[in-house]
T-cell receptor, first 113, second 112 residues
Framework: DSGVTQTPKHLITATGQRVTLRCSPR?????VYWYQQSLDQGLQFLIQ???????AKGNILERFSAQQFPDLHSELNLSSLELGDSALYFC????????????FGAGTRLSVL | DAKTTQPTSMDCAEGRAANLPCNHS???????VYWYRQIHSQGPQYIIH???NNETNEMASLIITEDRKSSTLILPHATLRDTAVYYC?????????????FGEGTQLTVNP
C-alpha cells in the first residue's frame, strides 16, 4: 500500500460528459502529480501541484483541469470526454525534497463509451 | 532528461538473479538514475535510485558504471511476483522539475 488513495477505481461514462477523479496524497506530502496511461501513449505526465499551487504542466489537454485543495487532496476534472480519453489515470505524491520518491496510487480506470 | 534505452523484454527463472540493463549514454552530471516498475496496470512502484555510487535496498541493487553511461538493476532472487514492466528513468530536478518521464520499459517475465 503506497498510502496514496484514488477514487473511484473504475468509471464508465459517455462521450461529451464530465468526470472528476480524486486523489488523497500520503500524509505529509505536499506535491501531487497526475499521469495518464493509455494503450498507445504509455505513461504520460499531465500536471503537478505543490501545496495548492500549480507547479508544472505536461501534456494536459485544455479540456482537462486540476486543483489541489487546502487539505492537499487533488481533483482532476475531465470534460467533453472523447473515446480517446479512455485510459488509466494515476495520481502520485511526494515530499518537499527534490530527490523525493513519487508514490503512486492504484489508479482510476476511465472508460468512455 | 537524458534518453534511456532498455531491452523490450527479458525472461528470468524463478529464484535466479534478474539483471536488467539500461543505457543512458547522454546522462549529465546532475542527473540521477531511477528505477520504477509496474505490475500489470497497477500504479508504478519505486524501486531504487542513484547518482554514481552503487546502491542497494531491500528490493534490489543498482549498479552504475564508472562513466555513468549505463546501469543495471539487479533483483537478486526473482519471484513470480516480480513479473512486471521495469522503467529506467534519468532525471534532473534542475531541468525537468519533479516530473517522471516514462519510456517503454522492459517487460520482465519470471518463469517457474
Amino acid at each position: 500500500d503506497s498510502g496514496v488513495t484514488q477514487t473511484p477505481k473504475h468509471l464508465i461514462t459517455a462521450t461529451g460528459q464530465r468526470v472528476t477523479l480524486r486523489c488523497s496524497p500520503r500524509s505529509g506530502d505536499l506535491s501531487v502529480y497526475w499521469y495518464q496511461q493509455s494503450l498507445d501513449q504509455g505513461l504520460q505526465f499531465l500536471i503537478q501541484y505543490y501545496n495548492g499551487e500549480e507547479r508544472a504542466k505536461g501534456n494536459i489537454l485544455e479540456r482537462f483541469s486540476a486543483q489541489q485543495f487546502p487539505d492537499l487532496h487533488s481533483e482532476l476534472n475531465l470534460s467533453s470526454l472523447e473515446l480517446g480519453d479512455s485510459a488509466l489515470y494515476f495520481c502520485a505524491s511526494s515530499g518537499a525534497n527534490s530527490q523525493d520518491i513519487q508514490y503512486f496510487g492504484a489508479g482510476t480506470r476511465l472508460s468512455v463509451l | 532528461d537524458a534518453k534511456t534505452t532498455q531491452p523490450t523484454s527479458m525472461d528470468c527463472a524463478e529464484g535466479r538473479a534478474a539483471n536488467l540493463p539500461c543505457n543512458h549514454s547522454t546522462i549529465s552530471g546532475n542527473e540521477y538514475v531511477y528505477w520504477y516498475r509496474q505490475i500489470h496496470s497497477q500504479g508504478p512502484q519505486y524501486i531504487i535510485h542513484g547518482l554514481k555510487n552503487n546502491e542497494t535496498n531491500e528490493m534490489a541493487s543498482l549498479i552504475i558504471t564508472e562513466d555513468r553511461k549505463s546501469s543495471t538493476l539487479i533483483l537478486p532472487h526473482a519471484t513470480l511476483r516480480d513479473t512486471a514492466v521495469y522503467y529506467c528513468i534519468v532525471r534532473s530536478f534542475k531541468t525537468s522539475g519533479s516530473r517522471l518521464t516514462f519510456g517503454e520499459g522492459t517487460q520482465l517475465t519470471v518463469n517457474p
